[in-house]
């Protein structure tokens, strides 16, 4: 359980960091080559503006969490490293999107590709752990 709410921990981290270097020091787009550009983008939906809505959300990510801990503690999933991995990035990048939902009532997007929405480092930890947890669960079953 420590190894997953550290690595949850440090895909938090690197997401509020982030977002905080973007907030503060991007005043304008910055082009990074051909395919990608960083800029500021509030996400906001009235979903957001709710407490009720709010302290759903929030109840929604703490039984995840106890979910993948019972399926861990079980022997049921997510008893590899890199099960264990995914699943701490999953949950750290929903924290991370979770945290500017319950802080700014929007969410910091910044990594802009053109061609595919805006997304932040919260969405890659989210989808790069669940490709890391079900690739790893998949071949163990």
Not at 103 to 125: S, T
Not at 127 to 134: D, Q
Request: some cysteine; overall charge positive; charged content about 15%.
């Amino acid at each position: 359980m420590v190894i997953l709410l550290t690595y949850a921990t440090l895909a938090l981290l690197c997401d509020q960091v982030s977002k905080r270097a973007v907030h503060t020091r991007l005043a304008s787009p910055l082009p990074c080559g051909r395919f990608l550009r960083f800029r500021e983008v509030h996400h906001h939906d009235r979903v957001y503006d709710g407490m009720f809505s709010r302290a759903v959300l929030v109840l929604v990510w703490f039984s995840a969490l106890g979910s993948v801990a019972w399926l861990r503690s079980h022997g049921a999933l997510f008893q590899t490293g890199v099960a264990t991995l995914g699943a701490g990035c999953l949950l750290g990048g929903a924290a991370g999107n979770l945290t500017d939902i319950l802080h700014r009532r929007h969410v910091i997007d910044f990594i802009d590709l053109g061609w595919w929405p805006v997304f932040n480092l919260a969405d890659v930890a989210i989808v790069g752990g669940l490709l890391l947890a079900g690739a790893s669960v998949i071949s163990h079953l």
